[in-house]
T-cell receptor, first 112, second 115 residues
Framework: DSGVTQTPKHLITATGQRVTLRCSPRSGDLSVYWYQQSLDQGLQFLIQYYNGEERAKGNILERFSAQQFPDLHSELNLSSLELGDSALYFC???????????FGPGTRLLVL | AQTVTQSQPEMSVQEAETVTLSCTYDTSESNYYLFWYKQPPSRQMILVIRQEAYKQQNATENRFSVNFQKAAKSFSLKISDSQLGDTAMYFCAFMKPLLNNDMRFGAGTRLTVKP
């Protein structure tokens, strides 16, 4: 158990819908990262937050947004969902943002 | 941009034997971190080992060790005394130690340990 929690574990929804994925980092970690793992594209970095501020952005679609709250938990919002958004979404956290990232169990999203 | 290449999509090894997974990377940075993560069938991403580029000594964690060749930009993972529980996807990853960073992953190597 890495100490990073993610909810829900599984999510099934329809095209065009909006979902919110939630992540709680390890106790004391200030930095949160979001990754997408799809079958054909491997693990892709989406976005990083550090102590509430956005720090780095990867290949995140405009339909996707994220935020980190004062209690340091983070949410990833996915809207206007498409079939291709079906993937495993991981959250990871690290202490300072330059240290080892520890991953949560992931949220498996299926868009039908 | 940093790229990470794992040239072995699949490998297999007999239980109790040793196997080496390959990873190469491309960067112009001198200071960085390299990682191996394991992803078993549960899909959880588990840190196996970490290497800081400024350290000449190869990292070791129990049965797992790395061969870090900085000049050759090579970072292989050796698993000794392979166990059935080592069956998993193994991802090599690169990260710059910056406050705004992201981790770049290789495509992964699927390792099967056979009884």
């Amino acid at each position: 158990d890495s100490g990073v929690t993610q909810t829900p574990k599984h999510l099934i929804t329809a095209t065009g819908q909006r979902v919110t994925l939630r992540c709680s980092p390890r106790s004391g970690d200030l930095s949160v990262y979001w990754y997408q793992q799809s079958l054909d594209q491997g693990l892709q970095f989406l976005i990083q937050y550090y102590n509430g501020e956005e720090r780095a952005k990867g290949n995140i679609l405009e339909r996707f947004s994220a935020q980190q709250f004062p209690d340091l938990h983070s949410e990833l919002n996915l809207s206007s969902l498409e079939l291709g958004d079906s993937a495993l979404y991981f959250c990871a956290s690290s202490a300072t943002g330059i240290e080892t990232q520890y991953f949560g169990p992931g949220t498996r999203l299926l868009v039908l | 941009a940093q790229t990470v290449t794992q040239s072995q999509p699949e490998m297999s090894v007999q239980e109790a034997e040793t196997v080496t997974l390959s990873c190469t990377y491309d960067t112009s940075e001198s200071n960085y971190y390299l990682f191996w993560y394991k992803q078993p069938p549960s899909r959880q991403m588990i840190l196996v080992i970490r290497q800081e580029a400024y350290k000449q000594q190869n990292a070791t964690e129990n049965r797992f060790s790395v061969n870090f060749q900085k000049a050759a930009k090579s970072f292989s993972l050796k698993i000794s005394d392979s166990q059935l529980g080592d069956t998993a996807m193994y991802f090599c990853a690169f990260m710059k130690p910056l406050l705004n960073n992201d981790m770049r992953f290789g495509a992964g190597t699927r390792l099967t340990v056979k009884p």
